[in-house]
T-cell receptor, first 113, second 113 residues
Framework: DTGVSQDPRHKITKRGQNVTFRCDPI?????LYWYRQTLGQGPEFLTY????????KSRLLSDRFSAERPKGSFSTLEIQRTEQGDSAMYLC???????????FGPGTRLTVL | AQSVTQLGSHVSVSEGALVLLRCNYS??????LFWYVQYPNQGLQLLLK??????LVKGINGFEAEFKKSETSFHLTKPSAHMSDAAEYFC???????????FGAGTRLTVKP
């Protein structure tokens, strides 16, 4: 059994570049979540998918951010025109149903220079 | 709207001493409450959760937490700290099947030999 995986684990980019992260949830988990965690803070909810449908988005998710889950399996989170304030850990989580535990991946640490 | 306040960003205890990490929540509806642990460079791992029923919840690694509605608290305790307990601990709240889980800022636990 594999847990939630995220790729890459670390990403360093220059301001203004676009970056894309991938999350592979636990198989058969229909719900998938993205969070952002900055230093010294807890994770902040960004967006949520049920199967391929993006059902909820936080106000934190500016128009430079876009997330997809095209086939209801893996998901991608893209940040366009990165800014230094985007530097954070981006966490993905999945769960099997509304009342089940969320399982978190190890995160992708983004550094914007 | 739900929110979580974790009192104390850093807690230091001696090995073998009681661990007490404080969490207070705010919720307009009956809450679901969670404690997660995060080790360096790893994702979050669920320690325990309260949904309904018994207010004293036992989790992994000897941790437990008690839901006190009158005090809007969900403090995490462990009778005897172990060196391996050193990590960041996050309290979180969500509504019944709300997918918007709100995390506290975290408490870093240090265990001294």
């Amino acid at each position: 059994d594999t847990g939630v995986s995220q790729d890459p684990r670390h990403k360093i980019t220059k301001r203004g570049q676009n970056v894309t992260f991938r999350c592979d949830p636990i198989s058969e988990h229909n719900r998938l979540y993205w969070y952002r965690q900055t230093l010294g803070q807890g994770p902040e909810f960004l967006t949520y998918f049920q199967n391929e449908a993006q059902l909820e988005k936080s106000r934190l998710l500016s128009d430079r951010f876009s997330a997809e889950r095209p086939k209801g399996s893996f998901s991608t989170l893209e940040i366009q025109r990165t800014e230094q304030g985007d530097s954070a850990m981006y966490l993905c989580a999945s769960r099997a149903g509304a009342y089940n535990e969320q399982f978190f991946g190890p995160g992708t640490r983004l550094t914007v220079l | 709207a739900q929110s979580v306040t974790q009192l104390g960003s850093h807690v230091s205890v001696s090995e073998g001493a009681l661990v007490l990490l404080r969490c207070n929540y705010s919720s307009s509806v009956p809450p679901y409450l969670f404690w997660y642990v995060q080790y360096p460079n790893q994702g979050l791992q669920l320690l325990l959760k309260y949904t309904t029923g018994a207010t004293l919840v036992k989790g992994i690694n000897g941790f437990e937490a008690e839901f006190k509605k009158s005090e809007t608290s969900f403090h995490l305790t462990k009778p005897s700290a172990h060196m391996s307990d050193a990590a960041e601990y996050f309290c979180a709240v969500s509504r019944d099947n709300n997918n918007d889980m709100r995390f506290g800022a975290g408490t870093r636990l240090t265990v001294k030999p």
